[in-house]
């Protein structure tokens, strides 16, 4: 008996270490993603305000709230978010934590967040849009690939992700060479995001203090099995405070519209937002 119950203790333990050690290499695999994301960092630009006028009027008027007396362009991004998150539509919502990356020149982003399953249990997901091209890893514990895939309804999703999250880093919504607008109602407008010859658009629509409370567009859902459909998304976006000069969200709520009906799928609040690090 005591044999056995140090082979088991020898076993646990060397379990352990090994996913220890793939944790490490999934953090270093997702560093790499970033050093890719920054290879290059532009030198700082000043924010064009005479583009404003160029903006549909409830656009306009959220950029002026919300660059406040900011004079530069943001370059870079880093935030930390906590948060649930719910993998089945009709599932329950488990605790998540994660960190993401953002580039603006051009746009893009890699995310690394991780569900725990329970104790010694976890999920690991990388989200990325480099250069216009989506990726999502999935990996339980550091060690078994679940998922990993690609193709155009991955792209199209990881850039519509991106428009959305925009409202992050508002400065980049002026910047014509990636984001072009146009006249919705006076509530809402339509932003068409470009990159590296793809293109998505969405809907922003504004509150009443005139920053953006709903973004929607028709994007893939992932159904397994390789298929995916086109379906309606819809993300919320509230408690916004200013962070470096910029008026930002800190709640992004995000839900998919099935049988008419919205079904929460992710529910994220951020801990900690930096530009230019």
């Given amino acids: 008996m005591l044999l056995i119950a140090l ?11 090994i996913a220890a050690v793939n944790s490490a290499r ?54 930390q978010h906590g948060g649930t998150f719910r993998p089945a539509l009709d599932g329950g ?8 990356y953002f580039s603006l020149d051009p746009p893009g982003f890699v995310w690394w967040g991780r569900v725990r399953l329970a104790p010694g249990l976890w999920i690991d997901a990388r989200d990325r849009a480099l250069r216009g091209v989506g990726n999502m890893l999935v990996s339980a514990e550091s060690s ?30 002026i910047d014509d060479r990636y984001v072009a607008w146009s006249a919705d109602d006076d509530r809402s407008a ?42 309606p998304f819809t993300g919320r976006l509230s408690d916004y405070r200013t962070v470096d000069g910029l008026l930002v969200p800190h709640m992004m709520v995000a839900a998919w519209i099935v049988g008419g009906r919205e079904i929460e799928y992710v529910r994220f609040s951020v801990e900690r937002i930096e530009f230019d690090i």
């Fill in 144 to 173: 078994y690939t679940l998922a990993d895939s690609s193709g155009p309804e991955l792209d199209q999703g990881a850039l519509l992700r991106l428009l959305g999250e925009m409202a992050w880093f508002p400065t980049v919504f």
């Fill in 190 to 231: 339509k932003a068409t995001l470009r990159l590296n010859g793809r293109e998505v658009t969405g809907r922003f629509t504004f509150g009443d203090g005139g920053l953006p409370a709903h973004f929607s567009a028709e994007r893939y859902r992932d159904l397994g099995n390789g298929k995916s459909v086109l379906t």
């Fill in 93 to 100: 919502w488990l605790a998540i934590h994660g960190q993401q």
């Fill in 7 to 17: 082979v088991v203790v020898l076993l646990v333990g060397a379990l352990a270490t």
């Fill in 26 to 79: 999934f953090g270093q695999r997702v560093r790499r993603d970033v050093s890719a994301l920054w290879e290059t960092i532009p030198e700082p630009r000043p924010i064009d305000r005479q583009a404003l006028d160029r903006l549909p009027r409830p656009v306009r008027t959220y950029l002026e709230k919300a660059l406040g007396s900011r004079t530069q362009c943001i370059r870079t991004v880093r935030l």
